[in-house]
């Protein structure tokens, strides 16, 4: 079948069910992929509820209830129907609406899955987004729908690889400005923070692109933008965020940033991208552009909050913004010293990674993120894994990788090595080329790292 037959046979399902149990993954792209099919059901009349899990294995399969609702499964479920198989859960009881590789199974699960038709930048929210939009066309949240499905895009860095979103994903954030909830602005610096941060602290943790001079020194690049002629601090004494510069000022820096890249031989080209702006959320709050909203959602995410993810998405601008912040704060804080702590540990360095475990420091949901921060003051050239321990499960331990683009471009794939690596040594992977992680058997730990340098050695050959 087509894409669109599949989007059609979806919610024609979703539609026809008398209750129904979402069941999301608890990253950015699977909040928002629950707030999208929570809302799309709700407004059909359909009495729904909804189900978080960290992920879809047979330890969590528990929260799964076992009763008549259809268990609509999104961000997850396409890499797990052998469990869905296990639960004796037969093709009337389950839809999947996922972007994740599928598993070969013998009951023919109806989904909506961007990677069986070839779309690879393209996440479960925006896969949620098209199957609630055929649920009901005429549905007035359209337009807040297509803004958490841009938000998943960027969160699950579908936007990264090509500096904006492409495909169909592109045209999601189309819909959205046609909706006049997403404003789409071209050419603008890519750097993370435009709406929040201080522009010299924009520059200095970029790392993709990586100004040489800037990136990883805050001082020279206050220096630099002094040196432009650029004010950086308001009248009132506060710090100027890039949303603040005006055209021209945003020229001048651009302008001198690519001539320094040029004079340094790096390619200025990922200088230049493209951001998605929400125009009805309040100026220099986390809430004003795709990167940072998605930032705020995984933070509830990471420390077992999602529901507050989820209210933020459905409009709660209220205790529920105000929790959201309190834990991006928190979030901040504690990714901070996780990647100090990397910093100051140090790495043991393989041919072709480096790897740190970090025993039960720090919570497994968000080692990932303090090893990307990490990696940008580290060797770049060299994949970093990190182990950790899980409070739950002392059986498992969680692997978190993560690399960059300039690594892809050469042939490193992440979700590829992990999940072959896990596989042979009885666990599971998953993810994206640039972030991956997987679950191990401890028993695997020591070799763990060894097998996946091997398989990324491969890769460049």
Known sequence: MGLEED????????RDAETVTVISHIDADGITSEAVMMQAVRSSGIPAKSVFVRQLEPMT???VPEDDSL?????????QQDLLEERGLDVEEVVIIDHHVPQNTDTPYPQANAQQHGLGYFSAAGMAYLVARQMDAGNPALGMLAKLAVIGNVGDMMAREHCGLVGPARGIAEEGAGFGTVEIRPRELNCYGISTRPVKVCLSYSDDPFIPGISNNEKKAEEFLDKIGIRQ????????VWEEYSAEEKGIVMNALAEQMLATGEDPSRLFGEQYIFPEEAFGTPLRN??????MLNACG??????????ICLGDRGQMLRDGERMLRHHRTIIREMMEYILDTG?????????IHTGGRFPDTIVGIG??????????EKPIMVLSYLNDDPELVKVSMRTNERMVRRGVDLQAALTQASEETGGGGGGHKIAAGAYIPTSAEKEFAHRVNRIIAGQFT
């Open 71 to 79: 268990k609509v499964f999104v961000d997850l479920g396409a890499g």
């Open 347 to 355: 790495t043991t360095e393989l041919t072709h990674i480096q790897y």
């Open 302 to 311: 990471r420390w077992a909050e999602p529901r507050i993810g989820s209210a």
């Open 233 to 240: 601090r308001n009248p009132n004494g506060t710090w100027r």
């Open 290 to 295: 795709a990167s940072e909203y998605a930032t």
């Open 371 to 380: 090893a990307g921060m990490a990696l940008s003051k580290l060797d770049w």
């Open 61 to 63: 399969m528990k929260y």
């Open 7 to 14: 989007i059609r046979t979806v919610a024609g399902r979703i």
